[in-house]
């Protein structure tokens, strides 16, 4: 004797009432990785954490973050002064601005002696 669809139905609907609802999975401890990081960072038997060379690399990281934030401020600033010049008919360029100044009761077509 085979199962059928009906009878797969039957089986399923009989199981759904008289099993028990479903239990709650086992509850997972709480991982502290700041805590397990601390407890090998002053763990002296030799983790890698606690190594002079591991806390030499994190003050590089530090000061080269440090100096990228710094950057990017100046970055920002530049950025602003350079459309503020484009807005103005300015360039920011290192040559210099591709535009002479206009002096008074001159026209920027004649050349200035």
């Known amino acids: 004797m085979g199962l059928t669809p009906v009878s797969l ?15 709650k999975p086992p509850a997972v401890p709480a991982v502290s990785y700041r805590a397990r990081y601390d407890a ?9 954490l606690s190594s002079v060379q591991f806390h030499d ?5 530090k000061q080269y973050d440090d100096l ?11 950025e602003r002064a350079r459309r ?3 807005v ?6 290192v040559k210099g ?15 200035t002696p």
């Not at 601005?97 to 050349?111: D, H, L, Y």
């Open 68 to 78: 990228l934030k710094a950057y990017s401020v100046k970055q920002d600033e530049m």
């Open 9 to 23: 139905c039957r089986l399923a609907s009989t199981a759904a009432t008289t099993s028990a609802p479903p239990a």
């Open 97 to 111: 601005g591709t535009k002479k100044p206009n002096v008074i009761g001159q026209r920027a077509s004649q050349p």
């Open 57 to 61: 690399v994190l003050a590089a990281l």
């Open 84 to 86: 503020a010049a484009a």
């Open 40 to 48: 090998l960072a002053a763990d002296g038997s030799g983790s890698p």
């Open 88 to 93: 103005c008919g300015l360039s920011m360029d």
